[in-house]
């Protein structure tokens, strides 16, 4: 494994490769037929889970030409975007480009990955850019919102109703909405069953709103209208707003008629299962997802909407030599996180590694810590170590939550530890 | 002398594996490498920190492997070290020790 490690000069080499190296890399520049003989694999989604893969591969072995399909030149991450919503953070410190990726020899194209033949092993770029061949692929392409799951809830109510669950224009379009709210509005938040993008994220989101009201409109209220019983760290969320922001957060869930299944965007109403109406200032409509629209379209999606894989490779089930990594994939216990996709990629990137040098593909091991900022001082975690055993994904013992009732210290460092892993975490994919 | 303490030593080693439990002989060494890019995601790319969280590539082995047993085993208090580094065994730890001395 030795020829794997990252020493010093690689890594400088790496992050400092030369225009020349990026310019043979480079998508437009030098037609991959030119080097027919080195393995190319084909990345689809520059998120999390798709900027990693390609840097680790890159690392890894410098045979490999790696070639990323996004279409956004700047990638808005969904961790932090609730910061934005609640002004601890700017959109432009959420954003990143593809430079540092290009610069270690990864040809990164803007456009979207039309269709995938797997058994041809190509991928056709839309707006007729051209057909990739791949030796491998591998598919991050994040969620898909299903429109009219919640029935009225299409891509026009969102313009009125956000969903800010993919960052970008929609977190600044709640953000504008919030902040024309006037002070003792409400603000209703519709959170989806299980599994979706980020579990603990509808929770940080009413943190954060919740702190941008306590500074701002402190006599606005928030009531979370929830298709589930229980969410992600519920004790941890329930003593922080008891602790930061008593009385102004109000949890309705299932059993209570949480479930949202109408919304009328022109009266700015919604309804849930049992007929009840509700009427906010702001309203935030979290829809049920999918794996993003790729990965139905070249056949990886079982009937879940969500991608099979073999744990240990993340390989498809459902197609030789692709890979999916990140919230598209049934990982489960993983989460869906920003965490598990990078995880996930650097697990995809040693297994393709190993394949391209004819080695055998290590055994994986897997991690995810997730923090929810619920005020500027206060954090929360948890932290999981995972690894296959008996061909399904297992979560190890030892891990899970931050304690209840920890001391302000606790909580203070756990908020710090979000900044720094925020920033080593962008690092480790984008560069 | 030289070449007597060298034999020595040979047959010390040749003796320390046989004591060795079977299990222990045959278990395949864990992999440092693939236990360790997770740690990345916090720690930093190649386990240097942009700040906040400490650095980690190039400590000596000794180190990463006597913090991850004292996290293990709640010696010394932390916020998600005590509850990652039970997920690890006491191999897998000193596995992730050694190649992250490698990483420089």
Redesign the interface.
């Known amino acids: 494994m030795s020829n794997f490690n990252i020493s010093r000069r690689s890594f400088n080499r790496l992050l400092g490769a030369s225009a020349a190296t990026a310019a043979v890399a480079g998508f437009a520049k030098a037609p991959f037929a030119q080097q027919a003989k080195a393995p190319h694999v084909v990345v689809i989604g520059g998120g999390f889970g798709g900027a990693t893969v390609a840097r680790y591969l890159r690392q890894f072995d410098r045979t490999i030409r790696v070639t990323v399909i996004e279409p956004n030149q700047l990638f808005y991450t969904c961790p932090f975007s609730n910061l934005v919503l609640g002004g601890l953070r700017t959109m432009e410190s959420i954003g990143h480009g593809y430079a540092k990726l290009r610069a270690a020899g990864v040809a990164v194209t803007h456009t979207i990955a039309d269709t995938v033949d797997t058994a041809k092993k190509t991928v056709t770029l839309a707006n007729k850019a051209g057909t990739l061949n791949y030796d491998y692929l591998v598919v991050s392409p994040g969620i898909d919102l299903k429109w009219n799951a919640i029935a009225g809830y299409d891509e026009a109510a969102a313009q009125i109703m956000p969903h800010a669950w993919k960052a970008g224009p929609q977190t600044m379009l709640l953000r504008q909405k919030l902040q024309a709210m006037p002070d003792g509005g409400t603000f209703i938040l519709a959170a989806p069953a299980d599994p979706f993008r980020c579990p603990p994220g509808p929770y940080e989101r009413v943190s954060m709103v919740a702190h941008y009201f306590k500074t701002r409109k402190p006599k606005s209220k928030i009531i979370i209208l929830d298709a589930k019983e229980q969410f992600s760290k519920q004790g941890l969320f329930m003593e922080a707003w008891k602790t930061l922001y008593p009385g102004m957060i109000e949890f309705v869930p299932l059993s209570k008629d949480g479930k949202v299944t109408k919304v009328d965007a022109k009266t700015m109403q919604v309804e849930t299962e049992f007929g009840t109406k509700h009427k906010a200032a702001v309203f935030n409509i979290v829809p049920p997802q999918q794996a993003g629209a790729i990965a139905q379209k070249a056949g990886l999606t079982n009937a879940s909407g969500w991608c099979p894989v073999d744990p240990a490779t993340f390989e498809s089930t459902q197609a030789k030599g692709v890979y999916v990594i990140g919230d598209a994939s049934i990982a489960a216990p993983m989460p869906k996180s920003g965490f598990s996709a990078n995880s996930q990629g650097k697990m995809v990137a040693l297994a393709i590694a190993s394949q391209v040098k004819g080695k055998s593909v290590t055994t994986p091991s897997f991690a995810n810590t997730c923090y929810s900022v619920c005020g500027p001082n206060y954090g929360i975690s948890v932290a999981n170590v995972y690894k296959v055993d008996a061909g399904k994904m297992t979560v190890l013992p030892g891990g899970g939550v931050s304690p209840l009732n920890a001391p302000a210290e606790f909580r203070k460092q756990e908020a710090a530890n979000a900044f720094a892993w925020y920033a080593n975490i962008s690092a480790d994919a984008w560069g | 002398m030289r070449k007597g303490v060298l034999g020595a030593a040979s047959v010390a080693l040749v003796a320390a594996a046989w004591a060795l439990p079977a299990a222990a002989q045959t278990a395949p060494e864990?992999?440092?490498?693939?236990?360790t890019?997770?740690?990345?995601?916090?720690?930093?790319?190649?386990g240097k920190?942009?700040?906040?969280?400490p650095a980690i590539a190039g400590k000596p082995t000794t180190y990463i492997q006597s913090m991850m047993t004292e996290f293990?085993t709640d010696k010394r208090p932390a916020?998600?070290m005590n509850?990652?580094?039970?997920?690890?065994s006491e191999a897998?730890i000193a596995a992730i020790a050694k190649?992250l001395a490698?990483?420089?």
């Open positions: 864990p992999d440092g490498q693939s236990l890019l997770s740690c990345f995601a916090c720690h930093g790319p190649a920190s942009k700040g906040g969280i293990k916020t998600v509850r990652l580094s039970k997920g690890y897998e190649y490698t990483v420089k």
